[in-house]
């Protein structure tokens, strides 16, 4: 370093100062593209935020179905062993809650398409299957309970 | 109605039903559970009824309809034989399950009616779920059918095994699969109804394979089936009773299997696959079955009891198909009239379906805390003079704790043959069902007693007197 003559000195500067200046447009470079991701990503987080404000209605479905289903497993372990049958017959009765769909097919509007008639065709039949279960399950079930006593 | 108002009716009704299953826990909430279930669903049916309004006549077809079914359920209810439960449930499963493609094919004909598009434009979505629900609720219709044929009787209890079952399942799968795809993309009606008839022709083939006494997994496994068909129909017509109750329901089957499973050592795969049941040589062949065993009449076994001190009773399916389950409350009477203490044992999986001994013995007026369940009861055995089975084989079989070999090796069983004396009712020296033959026949403090349940028991309540 000692030796050097002015005019190296001098070059060496320049080359220095141009390193140096470099260095500020890249960091100026990176800052312009960090701004732009951050840009993004709030952008994408406002996004987000408008469609958490419309999720999805099946999302809230499928809430309620996996908490359903996290219900029924505590509350069916806890049922005694002696009640399995009944068990078994209460939850066909309740699982012919499916009538609501048969009734909605009864209830379509002749004037609503083509396949009206099928619909109330396929309702109607739908609506005696399911009503065979909800009467003949709740009353077997309620035969069977009926029975079970404590001794005297 | 405002939609609000409908769906938090709706919400109601599904916490109702969740209570419906609480009051099971004991025998005496589950009267009160079981009237929870019933406002669940007159509220379910009332709310639809406010939300759609339907015309003069739509409303008249509503009642003729409910009318017609509720006739034929209510004598159904009311005229069944508590021996044939097995059979109505698998049958009010079917209806459940074909209740649900009916729904599923009137959504298809009158979409909008159901909220889930124009017609020839259903919503994606709205086709995943309505297949799954319509392909789970095909098969559990002639899966139930199936069942309901075996449990009755008008088809032979053993597994049916056809060639190449397991290729033409899983061939069945995929083809299901690929059409399932093909309704979401084209919203075609004929591929609907190729879904229809490819999950009916699966329900048969995966019951037909699996023989009676894996019947308990079966029964429990269809519900599940129903539970999981309703709820697919449940979120087509975003009807969150339906989606609640379908999970319950699904859970309940799954749980259900599970402990069937268990109560017989097997995994539920292996009771699917089917065919166990179908061969009848025991373990050690044609030598075992010559070996003498002791045989007892009435009178022996009158005399045996009423010089007991502590009895208990084992029923098993033999007591179902003989009915013999009032003579057995009557013989426990005059047991207990002598001062005899009179105690039932019961195996999880005896009978055809959960729970099915107490059920006949709750007809027969026993008190449901003289009823014990296999590990409440099991260590009682060592103290006991008589254990008297009925027409129970393999739940009591000791194979299953010292035979390795045994196909029933590792299944928990009733531990009888502590007992002092064992009297077994039997119909003859077949083996049970699952094809074995029981070693308990052939020691020294078993008694034999040959004939019909309900017979034998009769005889020795005359010879107790």
Not at chain 2, 87 to 113: C, E, T
Not at chain 2, 173 to 182: E, G, N, R
Not at chain 2, 363 to 371: K, S
Request: contains cysteine.
């Amino acid at each position: 370093m000692a030796n050097l003559t002015p005019e190296q000195a001098l070059e060496q500067a320049r080359a220095a100062a141009k390193a140096a200046q470099d260095a500020a447009a890249a960091a100026v470079g990176a800052a312009d593209k960090a701004q732009g991701i951050l840009g993004d990503l709030s952008a994408q987080v406002a996004s987000a935020h408008a469609a958490a404000s419309a999720v999805d209605p099946f999302v809230f479905q499928f809430s309620i179905f996996v908490m359903a289903i996290f219900v029924g497993y505590y509350v069916v372990w806890s049922v005694t062993p002696a009640l399995h049958t009944p068990l078994m017959s209460v939850t066909n009765a309740i699982s012919s809650v499916i009538v609501v769909g048969a009734l909605l097919a009864v209830g379509v509007d002749w004037a609503s398409g083509p396949g009206a008639g099928w619909a109330r065709g396929f309702g109607f039949v739908g609506t005696v299957l399911a009503a065979v279960n909800i009467f003949g399950g709740f009353m077997v079930t309620s035969r069977m309970l009926a029975m079970y006593k404590k001794k005297s | 109605m405002s939609q609000n108002i409908t769906a938090l009716l709706y919400l109601v009704s599904g916490v109702l039903f969740i209570m419906a299953l609480r009051g099971l826990s004991s025998p005496a909430t589950s009267r009160k559970g079981n009237v929870y279930g019933m406002v669940g669903m007159a509220i379910a049916i009332g709310t639809t009824l406010a939300l759609i309004k339907p015309s003069f006549g739509a409303y008249a077809l509503i009642l003729l309809a409910l009318a017609i079914g509720g006739g034929v359920g209510a004598i159904t209810a009311k005229r069944i034989a508590m021996t044939a439960m097995p059979q109505l449930v698998a049958f009010f499963h079917s209806l459940v399950g074909l209740a649900a493609v009916f729904v599923a094919a009137a959504a298809i004909n009158a979409p909008a009616a159901f909220g889930i598009g124009s017609p020839g434009h259903i919503h994606g979505q709205a086709l995943v779920e309505m297949s799954l629900g319509v392909a789970i609720g095909a098969i559990t219709f002639t899966g139930s059918v199936i069942a309901f044929l075996k449990l009755d009787g008008r088809m032979s209890g053993k597994p049916i095994l056809l060639p190449m079952r397991h290729l033409v399942n899983i061939a069945l799968a995929v083809i299901l699969v690929v059409l399932i795809a093909t309704l979401v993309m084209t919203g075609s009606q004929v591929v609907f109804w190729l879904i229809v008839l490819v999950s009916l022709a699966l329900g048969v083939l995966i019951i037909v394979p699996i023989g009676g006494a894996d019947m308990p997994v079966v029964v429990s496994m269809l519900n599940s089936y129903s539970g999981w068909a309703a709820a697919g129909i449940g979120f087509t017509l975003q009807n969150s009773a339906l989606i609640i109750t379908g999970a319950l329901v699904g859970s309940s089957g799954a749980i259900l299997s599970y402990i069937m499973c268990k109560g017989m050592n097997r995994s539920f795969i292996s009771v699917i696959l089917g065919g166990f049941g179908g061969e009848t040589a025991g373990p050690a062949g044609g030598a075992v079955e010559s070996r003498p065993v002791k045989q007892g009449s009435a009178d022996d076994a009158a005399f045996i009891m009423k010089n007991a001190s502590k009895v208990i009773i084992v029923p098993g399916y033999g007591m179902a198909v003989a009915q013999a389950q009032h003579a057995v409350r009557e013989m426990a009477d005059k047991l207990k009239h002598e001062g005899v203490e009179v105690k039932y044992a019961i195996h999880p999986v005896a009978g055809r379906m959960p729970g099915h001994m107490n059920v006949l013995l709750a007809e027969a007026n026993v008190p449901y805390d003289e009823v014990f369940e296999l590990e409440d009861i099991n260590n009682d055995f060592a103290q006991a003079d008589v254990a008297y089975v009925i027409g129970a084989n393999d739940v009591t079989n000791p194979a299953a704790k010292t035979d390795p070999a045994s196909p029933i090796f590792g299944m928990p069983i009733l531990d009888v043959e502590k007992a002092k004396t064992v009297l077994f009712i039997k119909r003859g020296m077949g083996s049970g069902y699952a094809g074995v033959e029981n070693e308990l026949f052939f020691r020294d403090n078993t008694m034999m007693l040959f004939g019909d349940a309900k017979k034998m028991t009769e005889e020795i309540i005359k010879n107790l007197d």
